[in-house]
């Protein structure tokens, strides 16, 4: 009889290997990315609705757009930009129907509210150019996001192999993406290196959200060569760690990469110390193993761009010289966020007026990159209680229970994530949620476990 680590493998790879296919073949019609998407969307609707969500299958398929959604973006396939956050939403309000959700969520129900009180403020202070579907969908759609991934996570049981699925599916289409942009990115002695962002490196696509799918990636393949014993797997993880590491990299946008690197330490941190003896001395020698990779992809990253990429990571010029601002001017756009919520304490200045109010202190309309900021200048002291939402309610859940060694590093992509730029994609909206999972590993527990108050 098969055991189950052997099926999952087994499945890893026939996985992989379908999304190498869909990659290239994207590459090769690009006109089939939209009729792919949307048999991705129906088929997921399909067993969602068939399965009664039994299996968290509404959880997987919102994974994967979430997983996917820059990819899609990129090669067009979206029917609007925003499908992929309202394709999550979608998904994980079917999954309520089917399984309901904790009756412990109520912080998460008020966080919802409290974002609807800005749309009515800025049908106060919008101009006669602002346009309120638009801005107001933008900048909404990604809280609204994350609100029904908390509710639908919060105190939710899954299943050991169950959640190592759900990863799975967030993987899978960065890799599809991974394999696209081998192919259609030029070789980057060939391209104009960008230091603001190296669009030539990432298919001509926003090299921020390139950055941190790709950062995703890098944290998911790290932590599957901790966890996954099987040396067949973990070298073919290791070599696609190596492609999208460097892909993440010459993307010339730091933040991905950064957060990403930060994720795997946070992850360490309690994954290490629940080993024993006999486990840690192998989970050092795979530390030595990804921080090899990672030298590696550092030093062909920076042979391939001329030693660039150095210049970029320390904050300097294409001639060397230190830059004034670390931040690239995001400093200045929370600046004037910050100005905005002190100015509006009470009601803020309204969703999707950040970019308006910025047009008229400055000069520029450039839509916002801290979703922190954007929440005290848009939602005033509602943002304030938005945050204290978000902050204490997970790691209230995490000193309850401690069972989710992925929590802490879902927070801290989460957070660095949406203060490099803001919730421009569903990912850390998603991600999120994660953190807030019961995890239940049945074969180490089967019958005595702590019961969840709620379910």
Same mark, same amino acid.
């Given at each position: 009889?098969? %055991? #189950?680590n052997?099926?999952?493998?087994?499945?890893?790879?026939?996985?992989?290997?379908?999304?190498?296919?869909?990659?290239?073949?994207?590459?090769?019609?690009?006109?089939?990315?939209?009729?792919?998407?949307?048999?991705?969307?129906?088929?997921?609707?399909?067993?969602?609705?068939?399965?009664?969500?039994?299996?968290?299958?509404?959880?997987?398929?919102?994974?994967?757009?979430?997983?996917?959604?820059?990819?899609?973006?990129?090669?067009?396939?979206?029917?609007?930009?925003?499908t992929?956050?309202?394709?999550?939403? !979608?998904?994980?309000?079917?999954?309520?129907?089917?399984?309901?959700?904790?009756?412990?969520?109520?912080?998460?129900?008020? /966080?919802?509210?409290?974002?609807?009180?800005?749309?009515?403020?800025?049908?106060?202070?919008?101009s006669?150019?602002?346009?309120?579907? +638009?801005?107001?969908?933008?900048?909404?759609?990604?809280?609204?996001?994350?609100?029904?991934s908390?509710?639908?996570?919060?105190?939710? +049981?899954? +299943?050991?192999?169950?959640?190592?699925?759900?990863?799975?599916?967030?993987?899978?289409?960065?890799? #599809?993406?991974?394999? /696209?942009?081998?192919?259609?990115?030029?070789?980057?002695?060939?391209?104009?290196?960008? *230091?603001?962002? %190296?669009?030539?490196?990432?298919?001509? *696509?926003?090299?921020?959200?390139? #950055?941190?799918?790709?950062g995703?990636?890098?944290?998911l393949l790290?932590?599957?060569?901790?966890? &996954?014993?099987?040396?067949?797997?973990?070298? &073919?993880?290791?070599?696609?760690?190596?492609?999208?590491?460097?892909?993440?990299?010459?993307s010339?946008?730091?933040?991905?990469?950064?957060?990403a690197?930060?994720?795997?330490?946070?992850?360490?941190?309690?994954?290490?110390?629940?080993? %024993?003896?006999?486990?840690?001395?192998?989970? %050092?020698? +795979?530390?030595?193993?990804?921080?090899?990779?990672?030298?590696?992809?550092?030093?062909?990253?920076?042979?391939?761009?001329?030693?660039?990429?150095?210049?970029?990571?320390?904050n300097?010029?294409?001639?060397g010289?230190?830059?004034?601002? &670390?931040?690239?001017?995001?400093?200045?756009?929370?600046?004037?966020?910050?100005?905005?919520?002190?100015?509006?304490?009470?009601?803020?200045i309204?969703?999707?007026k950040?970019?308006?109010?910025?047009?008229?202190?400055?000069?520029?309309? !450039?839509?916002?990159?801290?979703?922190? #900021?954007?929440?005290?200048?848009?939602?005033g002291?509602?943002?304030?209680?938005?945050l204290?939402?978000?902050?204490?309610?997970?790691?209230?859940?995490?000193?309850?229970?401690?069972?989710n060694?992925?929590f802490?590093?879902?927070?801290?992509?989460?957070f660095?994530?949406?203060?490099?730029?803001?919730?421009?994609?569903?990912?850390?909206?998603?991600?999120?949620?994660?953190?807030?999972l019961?995890?239940?590993?049945?074969?180490?527990n089967?019958?005595?476990?702590?019961?969840?108050?709620?379910?």
């Amino acid at each position: 009889m098969l %055991n #189950s680590n052997y099926i999952n493998n087994h499945f890893y790879i026939r996985m992989l290997l379908l999304h190498f296919g869909y990659g290239f073949l994207i590459y090769l019609f690009p006109f089939l990315a939209k009729i792919i998407l949307i048999g991705i969307i129906v088929s997921f609707l399909f067993i969602i609705v068939d399965r009664k969500n039994k299996g968290n299958e509404a959880l997987m398929a919102a994974a994967y757009l979430a997983g996917g959604e820059v990819f899609f973006r990129q090669t067009s396939a979206v029917i609007f930009y925003e499908t992929g956050k309202y394709a999550v939403i !979608i998904f994980l309000v079917i999954g309520m129907f089917f399984k309901g959700a904790s009756s412990k969520t109520v912080p998460f129900w008020i /966080y919802l509210l409290i974002l609807f009180p800005g749309v009515v403020m800025v049908t106060f202070t919008m101009s006669y150019d602002f346009e309120f579907r +638009k801005q107001v969908a933008f900048n909404l759609a990604g809280p609204v996001c994350l609100g029904v991934s908390a509710l639908y996570c919060y105190y939710k +049981k899954i +299943k050991k192999e169950d959640f190592q699925r759900v990863l799975l599916m967030l993987l899978m289409p960065v890799i #599809s993406q991974a394999v /696209y942009l081998l192919f259609y990115t030029p070789s980057l002695d060939e391209a104009m290196i960008s *230091f603001s962002g %190296n669009y030539a490196a990432t298919g001509g *696509f926003g090299p921020n959200q390139i #950055s941190t799918i790709m950062g995703l990636a890098v944290f998911l393949l790290s932590t599957r060569l901790f966890t &996954i014993k099987n040396l067949k797997i973990n070298i &073919i993880d290791a070599v696609l760690l190596l492609m999208v590491g460097y892909r993440g990299v010459v993307s010339f946008s730091r933040g991905g990469i950064v957060t990403a690197i930060l994720s795997v330490m946070a992850f360490l941190m309690f994954y290490y110390f629940k080993q %024993n003896g006999k486990m840690i001395r192998s989970l %050092n020698f +795979k530390i030595i193993g990804v921080i090899l990779i990672f030298t590696s992809v550092w030093m062909f990253s920076s042979l391939e761009t001329g030693g660039l990429i150095g210049n970029r990571y320390t904050n300097r010029n294409a001639m060397g010289q230190m830059e004034e601002d &670390i931040t690239t001017g995001r400093a200045e756009l929370i600046e004037t966020e910050l100005t905005a919520f002190y100015h509006h304490p009470i009601t803020g200045i309204g969703v999707g007026k950040g970019k308006e109010y910025r047009e008229e202190q400055l000069g520029i309309g !450039i839509a916002s990159h801290n979703e922190l #900021s954007r929440l005290l200048a848009e939602h005033g002291i509602l943002g304030v209680f938005a945050l204290c939402i978000l902050i204490f309610v997970p790691i209230t859940f995490w000193f309850k229970f401690k069972n989710n060694y992925y929590f802490l590093a879902f927070v801290v992509f989460w957070f660095m994530t949406i203060n490099h730029s803001a919730m421009r994609i569903a990912l850390p909206a998603f991600v999120y949620g994660l953190a807030l999972l019961y995890i239940v590993d049945e074969k180490k527990n089967p019958v005595h476990r702590k019961r969840l108050a709620g379910q």
